[in-house]
């Protein structure tokens, strides 16, 4: 099993900076897909940032404004979120992937405030 825990999500000014750390522990495999989602009222869940080995994802809308990174020894991933908007409010969902297997975070919130 696969745990993860999310922190630092919380309430910023539009144009401000957050950043999101999520640790996976339990069986974890060398190789595995990492990612953030986000869900905002009324909408979809929708791919933030992910990143594997060396390769990074992000979603258009967050493109030049967030950055993932992660932290293979400590089984962590960061999402740096800078000039925040009101539209990037939202839950916050880390996701894991491993052999088929897809996890997840019990997730943190993010307000923008205008």
């Known amino acids: 099993q696969v745990q993860l825990v999310e922190s630092g999500g919380g309430l910023v000014q539009a144009g401000g900076s957050l950043r999101l750390s999520c640790t996976a522990s339990g069986s974890i495999f060398s190789y595995n897909v990492m990612g953030w989602y986000r869900q905002a009222p009324g909408k979809q869940r929708e791919l933030v940032a992910s990143?594997?080995?060396?390769?990074?994802n992000y979603a258009d809308s967050v493109l030049g404004r967030f950055t993932i990174s992660r932290d293979n020894a400590k089984n962590t991933v960061y999402l740096q979120m800078n000039s925040l908007k009101p539209e990037d409010t939202a839950v916050y969902s880390c996701?894991?992937?491993?052999?088929?297997?897809?996890?997840w975070g019990q997730g943190t919130q993010v307000t923008v405030s205008s």
């Open positions: 990143i594997s080995a060396g390769t990074t």
């Open positions: 996701n894991l992937v491993q052999r088929f297997e897809a996890y």
